[in-house]
T-cell receptor
Framework: DAGVIQSPRHEVTEMGQEVTLRCKPI?????LFWYRQTMMRGLELLIY????????DSGMPEDRFSAKMPNASFSTLKIQPSEPRDSAVYFC??????????????FGPGTRLTVT | GQQVMQIPQYQHVQEGEDFTTYCNSS?????IQWYKQRPGGHPVFLIQ?????EVKKQKRLTFQFGEAKKNSSLHITATQTTDVGTYFC??????????FGKGTSLLVTP
């Protein structure tokens, strides 16, 4: 199993540009999570999908952020327009939720985003 | 909303010394998970605790879940340089999301 795959691994862009981060969850997992990690704020949940449906997007900072999961094997997180304060490591994680509980989460390697 | 506080923020020990990190939630949790993140890496799941007062061991690591299901601890006996990293607790209260603590960064010097 290849694990959770994220691309790109590093992204450097200028303020105002659109950024798209991609994630392929582990095959068979039914839930996908997008997190953002910074030194100041730690690991923050941005949005959570279950069976491709967004369940909780209360962590999405503002309208500049949007996420989609068109099918069980692919998700995107888009920032438009990007700002320097969006610089962070963005992690995608997936899990298999059976009944109660969110289950063990498998994290991808992350995308390190730098907005100049 | 639920908040998960973790202390200490940093810990520097000599190899062979013990290490403990503590996690406290503002609300009662249904379960708590622990993750380890190596420098430059991604969080990796260690364990999940579900029952009140539960204690689980993984070799030199001992995990505890409090009786009130609002606190937890991770204790490492006789640390090794391979234990270096940041240890996160993550509490689940409603089944909607895991709330991660800020983590405890452990540095082990030989």
């Amino acid at each position: 199993d290849a694990g959770v795959i994220q691309s790109p691994r590093h992204e450097v862009t200028e303020m105002g540009q659109e950024v798209t981060l991609r994630c392929k969850p582990i095959s068979g997992h039914n839930s996908l999570f997008w997190y953002r990690q910074t030194m100041m704020r730690g690991l923050e949940l941005l949005i959570y999908f279950n069976n491709n449906v967004p369940i909780d997007d209360s962590g999405m900072p503002e309208d500049r952020f949007s996420a989609k999961m068109p099918n069980a094997s692919f998700s995107t997180l888009k920032i438009q327009p990007s700002e320097p304060r969006d610089s962070a490591v963005y992690f995608c994680a997936s899990s298999l939720i059976l009944g109660t509980g969110l289950g063990e989460q498998y994290f991808g390697p992350g995308t390190r985003l730098t907005v100049t | 909303g639920q908040q998960v506080m973790q202390i200490p923020q940093y810990q520097h020990v000599q190899e062979g010394e013990d290490f403990t990190t503590y996690c406290n939630s503002s609300t009662t949790l249904s379960n708590i998970q622990w993750y380890k993140q190596r420098p430059g890496g991604h969080p990796v799941f260690l364990i999940q605790l579900v029952k009140s007062g539960e204690v689980k061991k993984q070799k030199r690591l001992t995990f505890q879940f409090g009786e009130a299901k609002k606190n937890s601890s991770l204790h490492i006996t006789a640390t090794q340089t391979t234990d270096v990293g940041t240890y996160f607790c993550a509490g689940e209260d409603s089944g909607y999301a895991l709330n991660f603590g800020k983590g405890t960064s452990l540095l082990v010097t030989p």
